[in-house]
T-cell receptor
């Protein structure tokens, strides 16, 4: 059973626009919610992560919004750039244990 | 930031041979590391959890005799693909969690091609 559901599967955004990727989870024991960016042939790179005691975290152009009651969290990429074109994975897990990954979102930012 | 280094980044081997992949945490100690496998355009699939000083824990369906994991120190875990076959060709990625910062980092991945 997929413990983390991610949508959309693919996303096309114009340069300067906002990219939004959503994830939902089931296990209320999860206490760590990271987002990773992956380029072809490379390992996932940690973008930003949040814990359930805060509802929002911002780092540069990247913002995580977290809704504990709805068991949902999302990644917002502001002022999207062509260099942001990559696959993005959300994940969730209990600290110290393996992460459960979403299926990924392929983002294309057009010039 | 914290870095997890994986080596080699790619390897080609003949069927029947064994290949060792190393995963190192460069600036923190990791009692636990994780090994994933990723097929093209798919998500990461957890293979096993590597525990320093003890046996690895394998996920259901992963052959422990084929994928040998050794976690001999707090900064090094190795995955050995034994008697490799073409169906073992894949992208293998390790991960480690920085216990102080609580963040989970990934290595660069290893592209294994078995011919």
């Amino acid at each position: 059973q997929q413990q983390v559901k991610q949508s959309p599967q693919s996303l096309i955004v114009q340069k300067g626009g906002i990219s939004i990727i959503n994830c939902a989870y089931e296990n209320t024991a999860f206490d760590y919610f990271p987002w990773y960016q992956q380029f072809p042939g490379k390992g996932p790179a940690l973008l930003i992560a949040i814990r359930p005691d805060v509802s929002e975290k911002k780092e540069g152009r990247f913002t995580i919004s977290f809704n504990k009651s709805a068991k949902q969290f999302s990644l917002h990429i502001m002022d999207s750039q062509p260099g942001d074109s990559a696959t993005y994975f959300c994940a969730a897990g209990v600290s110290g244990y393996a992460l459960n990954f979403g299926k990924g979102t392929s983002l294309l930012v057009t010039p | 930031g914290a870095v997890v280094s994986q080596h080699p980044s790619w390897v080609i081997c003949k069927s029947g041979t064994s290949v060792k992949i190393e995963c190192r945490s460069l600036d923190f100690q990791a009692t636990t590391m994780f090994w994933y496998r990723q097929f093209p355009k798919q998500s990461l699939m957890l293979m096993a959890t590597s525990n320093e000083g003890s046996k690895a824990t394998y996920e259901q369906g992963v052959e422990k005799d084929k994928f040998l994991i050794n976690h001999a120190s707090l900064t090094l875990s190795t995955l050995t693909v034994t008697s490799a076959h073409p169906e073992d060709s894949s992208f293998y990625i390790c991960s480690a969690r920085d216990p102080l910062r609580g963040e989970a980092f990934f290595g660069q991945g290893t592209r294994l091609t078995v011919v």
